[in-house]
């Protein structure tokens, strides 16, 4: 009988121990499961845009535990972490130095003209936006992606959650006026490297940190060319 006792009472105790170690992390994952679920009801509380509508088109996109890629404003030591570095070249490509003037951007629905500069380090976005190197030059096949501060310097991009579907962003560059129109606008994590992907017909990428005054997320305005003429 006195065995039978201790069998039990270590068997009793060995069930308590396996309960306080499971119990935490069942309730750990119905909680990461709320917080999980609250999240994409507040992003989708806005509803879905269709491409009638006159709201833009907004997901979110979680790319994983990728290298941090994308410039911030004000972000200590940006200038020198990964978001400064080029996306990668073909072989024999060229283009112009970082920080040089490659053309002028328009946006008639913010009333903003700008010009343009090669590069994305800190000191070139300070000036004005910066073409991602690498990336297709604007009114060529590929993705075109321009980059630009939303609260500091002089905020080039600070409004561009206003920016609709069919919206015109304007690149005047290479003697020709390349006009695209907004596709969708998107928010992302800081380390969506895949926004700079390359595409098969002539795109553009504009994007800034996100909300304003944070370098939390990246809203990403996707857009497609419509039309270029001569100048």
């Not at 994983?64 to 490509?93: C, I, W």
């Not at 090669?118 to 976005?125: H, K, S, W, Y």
């Amino acid at each position: 009988m006195k065995r039978r006792s201790i069998v039990r009472r270590a068997h009793y105790t060995f069930i308590v121990r396996r309960a306080s170690t499971v119990v935490p992390t069942v309730m750990g994952l119905v909680l990461v499961a709320a917080i999980t679920i609250g999240l994409v009801e507040q992003l989708d509380s806005g509803g879905d845009a269709t491409a009638t509508s006159d709201t833009p088109t907004t997901t979110t996109a979680w790319a994983g535990l990728l290298p941090k890629t994308l410039p911030g404003d004000e972000l200590p030591g940006a200038a020198n972490s990964p978001a400064a570095k080029s996306a990668p070249k073909p072989p024999g490509a060229e283009g112009p130095a970082e920080g040089e003037g490659i053309g002028s951007i328009e946006i008639p629905k913010l009333g903003l003209v700008r010009y343009v500069f090669e590069g994305v380090q800190l000191p070139t976005l300070d000036r004005g936006p910066g073409h991602w190197p690498g990336t297709a030059m604007p009114g060529k096949v590929g993705n075109a992606v321009i980059a630009g501060h939303r609260t500091s310097q002089n905020a080039d991009f600070a409004d561009l959650d206003s920016l609709r579907r069919g919206d015109e962003v304007i690149f005047n560059l290479g003697g020709a006026r390349h006009v695209y129109t907004v596709r969708k606008t998107e928010i992302v994590a800081p380390q969506s490297l895949w926004i700079i992907d390359q595409t098969r017909t002539a795109t553009a990428t504009l994007f800034a940190c996100h909300p304003r005054g944070s370098v939390s997320q990246r809203i990403v305005v996707h857009l497609r060319l419509k039309n270029v003429t001569n100048r």
